[in-house]
């Protein structure tokens, strides 16, 4: 099956330290090329994120963010005051109060804002680990799922190029016999012209030659086998990407060959839009898996 490098997944999940959204973005790159970012708190998580991308993606440049947002009630829970620094601040509060020769409550708004007072305890995020994997592996699921759908867009295009070089093989295959027919004529026809004795076995050897630098069987068998094979790994359950590049290379070959071949309209033609159908399907390819 065809996978395009290029898809983009969120998943996003409440644990009972807040909430966890994942995004990942893919495109194309001829190896695996993963990018993390991830919150201080989940730096461990690092290796699994590694490792499975790589046991389940093959290619592409892949983009992977983590977002963290703690759960307001659970952060309170994790608060607490400083009571020194505290007992400080009452105390300076009661000497600048002797001081300005009075007695004043202290406003507590105030000095609750004061730097150091209220302190976050270090969370234990530990028991997240398991379940920020766990999603981690569904925003994997969504992001393959959307590298096969838009894989099965890019093979239909390519089924339908594949199609029109058969097309094209098929209507050279069909004209050569006329083709031939029509060299031979010309052929013979210049030779009459020419007004001189010429043995008939000496202008058969000629014809002979002068059809085989026609003759297009060789390529045209080539480009029908190699369309076959691109068929057989577009089927495959594997990353296909490189071996349809290759063959992508084979079939602009055998195009060149034929085109090289053009001594005539009808092949010249057909050459021209062999290379035009194995360029579109080349441009796609390189954003195959």
Not at 8 to 27: C, K, N, P
Request: aromatic share 4%; charged share 30%.
């Amino acid at each position: 099956m065809i996978r395009s490098m290029t898809a983009y997944a969120r998943r996003s999940g409440h644990l009972e330290a807040g909430q966890l959204t994942w995004e990942i973005r893919s495109v194309n790159q001829r190896f695996l090329d993963p990018s993390l970012r991830l919150p201080e708190d989940f730096r461990a998580l690092e290796p699994g994120v590694r490792s499975r991308l790589k046991a389940r993606l093959g290619r592409g440049k892949v983009e992977v963010s983590l977002k963290f947002q703690p759960d307001p009630a659970a952060a309170a829970a994790d608060m607490r005051i400083n009571l020194d620094v505290a007992r400080t601040l009452l105390r300076a509060h009661e000497e600048i109060a002797d001081l300005a020769g009075g007695s004043a409550e202290p406003d507590l708004v105030h000095l609750l804002s004061w730097p150091g007072l209220i302190e976050q305890a270090d969370s234990d995020l530990d028991a997240a680990y398991e379940p920020a994997l766990a999603l981690f592996d569904e925003a994997v699921d969504e992001l393959i799922a959307a590298r096969e759908q838009e894989g099965r867009a890019i093979a239909a295009m390519i089924e339908q190029r594949l199609a029109g070089i058969e097309a094209q093989a098929r209507l050279v295959r069909e004209r050569m016999p006329a083709i031939r027919a029509a060299v031979d004529a010309r052929f013979r026809e210049k030779l009459e012209s020419l007004d001189v004795a010429v043995d008939e076995g000496r202008i058969e050897q000629e014809v002979v030659m002068q059809l085989q630098k026609l003759d297009v069987d060789e390529e045209l068998d080539r480009l029908e086998t190699h369309v076959a094979e691109v068929r057989r790994v577009m089927a495959l359950d594997e990353p296909v990407g490189r071996r349809l590049d290759f063959l992508m290379q084979e079939l602009n070959r055998e195009a060149n060959t034929l085109g090289s071949k053009a001594t005539l309209a009808e092949v010249g033609q057909a050459a021209v839009e062999l290379k035009v159908l194995v360029e579109q399907m080349r441009e796609q390819v390189q954003n195959v898996e």
